[in-house]
């Protein structure tokens, strides 16, 4: 009797449903004629290519490098000056002819926006073979390069990033952003989220993200600023310009109107929760420095005891913690005999030069509180209602300038 096929053996049964299969996907190749004797399917080909001119190519060289920079490549940020120069030099010897083509144009105007020097917008307005649509657009750069930033805000209004090359369209709704955020700076950030949309994963987005978040800051949005910088945080923490941001993130940080100190903490917390631990100390550092300037005490103690729990113990790192939250004890009731313990028990030796500063000023302020305490002076000495005159660490003092830096102009331009 014969037996079907789901009573044979499970080899046999691999075997049939193996050649099944074969048969399979088989038949449409017989039944077009695919068997002994057919003609073989010819060859599919290519679809063609444009070639792409040496502007092009050039600048999307410097973009992958710049792209590396995101990632946080120093050896890419040291390149880059080096390869600047490369392509200047290689465009300012090329015919006057090659920039009538609209792409290889465009190409230069991203690469003089993305660092470059004005020589070559010159040289291209020269030599007088530009379309009439990229005119307007090399006056717009060349105006930006060269710092005249009202006549740069005009001519390059007139364009739309979301029209233009990807090589060239983030890097231009950067510009106008920068060029907006004095007088507008909704439209910036209007202008910083596309660049963000229109230049994934590189510098330009990077960057953006970098200056909406200060510029999110300066509205007062904090729930706005506590989304973008966890967003910075994930992605882009390794970038060589976060210490740019880590600076300006805590000096904001510790401006914004979070409700109450407890709110601050709490938003603190999440955010750095995205970082390592290193860098999660290195920002509560910064915080609670910033807290200090700023007369948020209970802000400086609260990030000063978290970056104690995560530093190394008698290292410079937990000096500054025991320090910082030293200092933020001195004007709080209750709290002075063990901010004076605290301080005097910080080894000198560990700590940069404001720093000391600093455990100096502590030291005699708290000393200058206990006197009258001491000689049972009615009124004990009050607190400071504004925000303490502490010395500056240099890297608050440059977060300060940064954020100034932003009424004037977004950044600099050569830091993308």
Request: glycine fraction near 8%; hydrophobic fraction near 45%.
């Amino acid at each position: 009797m014969r037996r079907h096929a789901q009573h044979l053996p499970p080899p046999a049964a691999g075997r049939l449903a193996a050649l099944l299969l074969a048969l399979l996907l088989a038949a449409p190749a017989l039944a077009a004629g695919g068997g002994h004797g057919a003609e073989p399917p010819k060859p599919i080909e290519p679809l063609p290519v444009a070639p792409r001119g040496l502007p092009v190519e050039l600048v999307r060289t410097l973009q992958l490098l710049q792209d590396r920079i995101a990632r946080g490549s120093t050896q890419a940020h040291a390149a880059q000056r080096q390869l600047l120069v490369h392509i200047e030099s290689r465009f300012l010897a090329l015919e006057p002819e090659t920039w009538a083509e609209p792409a290889n144009a465009r190409a230069c105007v991203a690469f003089a926006l993305a660092g470059g020097g004005p020589a070559v917008l010159r040289r291209m307005l020269d030599g007088g073979k530009l379309g009439e649509t990229e005119v307007p657009l090399v006056f717009g750069a060349l105006a930006y390069v060269e710092g005249r930033e009202k006549e740069a805000r005009t001519l390059l209004a007139k364009f739309d990033a979301r029209e233009m090359p990807p090589s060239l369209a983030g890097q231009l709704a950067l510009t106008q952003a920068a060029l907006t955020v004095r007088d507008a700076p909704r439209r910036a950030l209007e202008l910083l989220a596309q660049a963000r949309l229109l230049a994934p994963g590189t510098l330009v987005e990077e960057g953006a993200l970098r200056r909406e978040i200060f510029v999110v800051a300066q509205g007062g949005d904090a729930q706005r600023f506590e989304a973008l910088s966890i967003q910075y945080l994930r992605r882009f923490r390794r970038s060589v310009y976060a210490g740019n941001f880590r600076q300006r993130f805590a000096a904001a940080l510790t401006r914004l109107d979070f409700g109450s100190d407890g709110a601050r903490d709490a938003r603190l917390a999440r955010m750095l929760d995205e970082i390592e631990p290193e860098g999660r100390r290195d920002l509560y550092l910064l915080v609670a420095r910033a807290g200090l300037d700023q007369g948020r005490r209970g802000t400086a103690l609260f990030a000063a005891e978290r970056a104690a729990g995560l530093a190394e113990p008698d290292s410079a790192a937990s000096a500054q913690a025991r320090l910082y939250r030293a200092a933020a004890l001195v004007v709080i009731d209750g709290r002075l005999d063990e901010s004076l313990e605290a301080l005097r028990g910080i080894d000198r030796g560990q700590l940069g030069e404001a720093d000391a500063r600093l455990l100096d000023e502590a030291l005699s302020a708290a000393s200058q509180i206990r006197i009258p305490a001491q000689a049972g002076a009615a009124k004990p000495a009050p607190a400071p209602a504004g925000p303490r005159a502490l010395p500056e660490a240099a890297a608050i003092g440059r977060a300060q300038e940064a954020l100034a830096r932003i009424d004037r102009l977004m950044d600099d331009r050569s830091d993308p």
